[in-house]
């Protein structure tokens, strides 16, 4: 058996662009689907919701994910650094 984990925290490829810095991760949704494509099951989609940043993302990835019969799980964001986010 295949899993996959993807990190999407968003829909939004401009959210996605600017919290990464750069395209890689413009294509985390194309990956879902490439994912699909080749039967590769299950697809654990992992997502960090923060207030005041992405909290309006959640019904949209709820129903992405329920769309696509993937596992949507939200994490806690866990401080790796002494920056402030």
Known sequence: ???VNIS???LEPLFIFAD???GFAMH???VVDAAIA???RPIKLN???MRGRNEEQLL???EFAA???ALLRFIELMAVSTTKF
């Open 1 to 3: 058996m295949s899993v």
């Open 8 to 10: 999407l925290d968003t």
């Open 20 to 22: 990464h810095g750069s």
């Open 28 to 30: 985390s949704l194309d």
């Open 38 to 40: 080749a039967g590769i």
């Open 47 to 49: 997502a960090v919701l």
């Open 60 to 62: 949209a990835l709820i």
């Open 67 to 69: 769309a696509r019969n």
